[in-house]
């Protein structure tokens, strides 16, 4: 079944956001090949990787915008919300490559997307839907609209076909575990080394989306903790922990800054940074147990 056919059912006006981006995300795909290569200098390499970034942006910025159907438009790209002219009231959230450092090294990347009925500076528990698109070897969409996960593959036709319906997050030991551990916080340092203890295996690829989208698959916990010196994190809470956080929630995990749900929490700027705990529920209760025990 076709990604059209999969949303037939829903509220059309969104189901068209994410036809609309899924479609700019086809593009997206095929641009690293034809604007990467895989070759070349480190330094000019550098270059590329951002102007990877930005044209993505642009890519979506610009398609969204001719729509006429999203009103609100944030951006990890851009310094403020953009205001587009649009009767509908849906907000969208994106950060157009996540993980971009890696890909000269040919390693996942992906687009995050969450989606709003009104104001994008609203607490991630009111979003109508978030949707990833993970560029590895394959290329894979996951959506929710409140109503299941469920993922589809790019095939040889250029079309998104359904994979998988009503993803749940299984059970497992792996920890995916950002930040330096030289400067971690006690209280972080602590359920770091009970996973460790507990037999939990290290699996961290360094691009957000494609640890999370691990986790979904196999369990367990990606986290990018508070650290010493910035005890806010680094992972931003509209553009990343939000919309993989509902995805997780969704599909039967929970998310954590450490002492409350992720999803709860009503956010002051658009760039406003989050420590992350994202994954089973297990995981979680456990991370927030040993902060309060602190
Ligand atoms: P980006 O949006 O600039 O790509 O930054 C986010 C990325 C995440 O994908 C990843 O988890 C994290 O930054 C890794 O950061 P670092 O390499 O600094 O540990
Ligand atoms: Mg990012």
New binding site residues.
């Given amino acids: 079944m076709r990604l059209k056919e999969h949303l037939k059912n829903g509220d059309m006006e969104i189901a068209q956001v994410v036809l609309r981006i899924a479609k700019v995300t086809k593009t997206i795909s095929r641009g690293f090949a034809t604007r990467q290569g895989i070759s070349d200098s480190s330094n000019i390499y550098g270059e590329q990787q951002l102007a990877m ?1 930005k044209w993505a942006d642009e890519l979506i910025l610009s398609d969204l915008k001719a729509s006429g159907l999203v009103r609100f438009f944030a951006s ?1 790209e851009q310094p403020d919300i953009l205001k587009f002219d649009s009767s509908s009231d849906i907000g969208v959230t994106i ?1 157009p ?6 890909i000269g090294v040919n390693l996942a ?1 992906g687009t995050i997307v969450g989606i709003y009925r009104g104001d994008v500076l609203s607490p991630g528990s009111e979003m109508v839907g978030a949707m990833y698109v993970l560029y590895g070897p394959l290329t894979t969409l996951n959506y929710c609209l409140g109503e299941g996960v469920h993922e589809f593959l790019l095939n040889e036709h250029d079309e998104f076909v359904l994979q998988a319906e009503n993803l749940t997050i299984p059970d497992s030991k792996i920890y995916a575990p ?2 330096l551990r030289r400067d971690y916080l006690p209280f972080h340092k602590r359920y770091i080394e009970t996973l460790e203890d507990d037999g939990y295996k290290l699996r961290y690829s ?6 999370v989208h691990q986790i979904l698959h196999k369990g367990g916990i990606f986290t ?1 903790p508070g650290f010493k010196g910035r005890e806010e994190g ?3 809470l509209l ?2 922990a939000n919309p993989m956080g509902y995805i997780i929630t969704e599909a039967g995990g929970a998310t954590s800054d450490s002492q409350q749900s992720i999803l709860s929490i009503k956010p002051e700027s658009i760039s406003q940074r989050v420590p992350v705990y994202i994954g089973g529920r297990r995981e979680i209760e456990l991370i927030e147990k040993i902060r309060k025990g602190e």
């Avoid at 490559?97 to 890696?102: E, K, M």
């Avoid at 360094?206 to 640890?211: M, Q």
């Fill in positions: 970034d990890e950060d490559l996540d993980g971009s450092s890696l990347v950002g930040a360094g691009s957000f989306v494609a640890d990018y680094k992972l931003r553009f990343e």
